[in-house]
């Protein structure tokens, strides 16, 4: 398991130690480990296609570049997109550290209005990653987020799941609010919720493919790594690579997508082809 929180290997680096191949240790890789392995491969998968080393990766929401910046680091340019100055402040910050700076260029905007900061059909990945719970109209979110994309190109989608949080109120022993998340519309379990909406992979899969998509792939993500305490991952010895490798075995079985904190979908333009 690779993770985004560590450097990856360039196209142009050495072969020397490679992300995948370096166990993730860090509690933030419990949390992103599934997505980033996911999206590396579908960058590996376009720059093969297109015969070009650098992509254009749009980031909407991408926020202080948690994502962003290892993209840049495998030599893609990318874009992000975020409401908010302080992210982007971050953002600039963190690409400068991480010597990338030319290659992250950060833009204030949100989906609703995403064409006046971005450009119409100018990118072979975008990212949608946390956007879709805070927008006011999420179809029209995975719309413009699909219209940014290039002829072939891939969406990379990631949002709140119910399940996850169903399960995660009754195990706090907070049984009304679980049952309140599971029949609310939006799956909150009550005002003090912070989260506006949550999804199922049906709803998300359903927002992809009426946008024009195929479904190129679905993941849950953060199964258990909620749910273990961290006491246990953190002094256990190997803990921490064990779980991170039990994600990822669960990540693709349907039956594990009704009970993760969140879910990612890979959503590819029907000219995509798989290589």
Known sequence: MSDPMRPPVSPHSPPTASPRSEPARSRAALRTAVVWDVLQDALDRRVKATGRQALDVLDTGGGSGNFAVPVARLGHRVTVVDPSPNALFALERRAAEADV??????????????????????????????????????????????????????????AAGLGGAVLARALAGHFAEARQALGDPNGRWGSGDPVPRRFTAEQLTGLVEAAGLRIGAVHGVRVFADLVPGVLVDTEPGAMDALLKLEAAAAELPAFHSVATQLHVLGETRGTRET
């Open 101 to 158: 700076a030319d290659r992250v260029r950060g833009v204030q905007g949100d989906a609703h209005g995403l064409f006046d900061v971005a450009e119409r059909g100018g990118y072979d990945v975008v990212l949608c990653h946390g956007v879709l719970e805070y927008v006011d109209d999420p179809a029209e979110g995975v719309r413009n987020a699909v219209a940014a994309l290039r002829p072939e190109g891939v969406l990379s989608l990631l």
